[in-house]
Each structure stands twice: as structure tokens, then as C-alpha cells.
């Protein structure tokens, strides 16, 4: 076993603080840095269906890559959805840890997992966050092994994530090629400008709202393909559990990691404005 302040350092130099946003509230949530860690589950939401993953499995520590708190606090009461989720923490001992947009920045982070799970090669940062080193960045640009139409490009993105209700929908000429294409984890319609920038054929990423995707439409391209924003984080996960372990037994620790595999996208339920041969049968019954 090892101490949570060690394993905490350990998270800290894959995933440096300084990498965040400065909105961002990354770190330590709640622990002890004195406790000792055995097991640590990694997932994307800290929400009540994790915890109940993590008690289950009497984990020491939970990394999740949503915050819980964004916002600052006046007090964690059970009473409150937040703080209940703090109680149960607490009284199972399990420690909470958040690594957020630093670990979108950072590499190998979030944005490699979802660029790899893609299958795609020679990959650079879509936005960089800097001359020192030129892989960290936002986001993920790269090339397809072999180009493909964008129709076969949607079949090899839903294949690729997690099962979600809302699935996979995309903007562009099913039959368009698709080359070269830019990733962005999460909420990602704000990186439309640099992806038009990079003429790359195909962006994928996460929360894509009508009015900037119509507009990237009406510029020309590229081919948007809209993901479920827990869907498009959680290839991370597994990256991120193995990492850990590596770091650690490089110091001569070990504990035991496990990824959540509990869905915790919010939408549950999908239904097409209108199933296929609606029309036909509506007008065999009159």
C-alpha cells in the first residue's frame, strides 16, 4: 500500500495543475494524504451510481475527470446532492481526486485516448499550450490509416466508444472523404475555428450546438461528428488507471485500479423524430 499524498504526486506529474484551466478546480476533493491506498477506481462523473461503485468495491480512492465543485462553497451538508456525495465518501473512506483540463492538455491525456481508440496515426495537439513542449495541448489532429467515406467514418467512431442512447450523428456528405481528422474530448464546438483553420476533413468531439455546427456548415466543412460528452472521455479511463500503476511501481508501490464500465452519460433514452416506413404504414391503414 502506499500513502494517498503519494499517490496524489504521482497523479500530479502525469497530470500537471498547472495545465488547467484557470476556472478549472482540480485536485484533491477529500482524504486524508496520511491514509493508506489499496484500490482506486478511475471514472468520469463523480456522481452517486460511481460512489456506489466505489463503496461496493471498498476503494480508497476514486479519480474521476469531471469536478464535483466548480463553484466555490460554504458547506458540503447531506442534505444537498453534492454534499451527500461527500458524506458517503467520507464515512466508506474513499478520498475523491479530479484531474480535469489538465489532463485534456496533458500527454498522454484524454485527447491521445480518444485520438487512439480513433486509430489515428501521427498525431499533434489541435491547439497547443505551448513552445516548451509541443505535445501538450487542447484537442488532437491526425490522419486515418486509409482514407474512407464519412458514412464508414461514423460506423468506425460508434464502434470505437462506449454505447450510449443518443449514439452517434454526424454533419456532411455521407459519401465525403475523410483523411485527416481533429478530436476534441467533451464540450468541444469552441475549437471549431481552429479545426476550419487546420482544413482537416472530419472533427470529432462532444456537445455541438446548432448554431456554430450551421455555421461551420455554411463555411465549407469540415464533416462534424457529435458524440456523447461522457462517451467521448471515458477511453481515457483505462489510459489513466495504467499510467498510475506504472508511476507508482517505478517508486516501488502498487495498488489496484479498476475502471468504472457504469454509464454515466444523462441521456437515457433516444427515439428518431420518426421511425423508418412511418409514412408507409400510416397510409396502408387508411
Do not use: Q
Not at 64 to 83: C, D, Q, S, Y
Not at 109 to 133: K, Q
Amino acid at each position: 500500500m502506499v500513502r494517498l499524498a503519494d499517490v496524489v504526486a504521482a497523479l500530479e506529474r502525469l497530470y500537471p495543475p498547472e495545465l488547467a484551466e484557470s476556472w478549472d478546480a482540480v485536485g484533491l476533493v477529500c482524504g486524508d494524504p496520511d491514509a493508506l491506498v489499496r484500490r482506486v477506481l478511475f471514472a468520469v462523473d463523480p456522481v452517486a451510481a460511481v460512489v456506489d461503485d466505489a463503496l461496493d468495491w471498498d476503494t480508497d480512492l476514486v479519480v474521476t475527470h469531471h469536478p464535483l465543485f466548480l463553484r466555490p462553497v460554504h458547506g458540503v451538508p447531506a442534505t444537498t446532492p453534492k454534499g451527500r456525495l461527500v458524506h458517503r465518501l467520507i464515512t466508506g473512506g474513499a478520498a475523491l481526486y479530479t484531474a480535469h483540463t489538465n489532463a485534456d492538455r496533458a500527454a498522454p491525456g484524454v485527447n491521445d485516448a480518444l485520438a487512439s481508440v480513433l486509430g489515428l496515426e501521427e498525431t499533434c495537439p489541435l491547439v497547443p499550450a505551448g513552445s516548451e513542449d509541443p505535445a501538450l495541448g487542447l484537442g488532437r489532429v491526425g490522419r486515418l490509416p486509409r482514407p474512407e467515406p464519412l458514412s464508414a467514418f461514423v460506423r468506425r467512431v460508434a464502434a470505437a466508444l462506449p454505447e450510449t442512447a443518443a449514439g452517434v450523428r454526424a454533419m456532411g456528405h455521407p459519401d465525403s472523404v475523410v483523411a485527416t481528422v481533429a478530436v476534441c474530448g467533451g464540450a468541444g464546438d469552441s475549437l471549431l475555428g481552429h479545426v476550419r483553420a487546420l482544413g482537416v476533413d472530419a472533427y470529432v468531439t462532444a456537445d455541438l450546438r446548432h448554431h456554430p455546427s450551421s455555421e461551420a456548415g455554411e463555411a465549407g466543412g469540415p464533416a462534424l461528428v457529435d458524440v456523447a460528452h461522457w462517451a467521448s472521455e471515458w477511453p481515457w479511463l483505462p489510459d489513466a488507471a495504467a499510467l498510475l500503476t506504472a508511476e507508482l511501481s517505478g517508486a516501488g508501490a502498487t495498488v489496484e485500479t479498476r475502471v468504472s464500465t457504469t454509464p454515466t452519460d444523462p441521456w437515457t433514452l433516444h427515439r428518431p423524430a420518426r421511425e423508418p416506413g412511418a409514412d408507409e404504414g400510416a397510409h396502408a391503414e387508411r
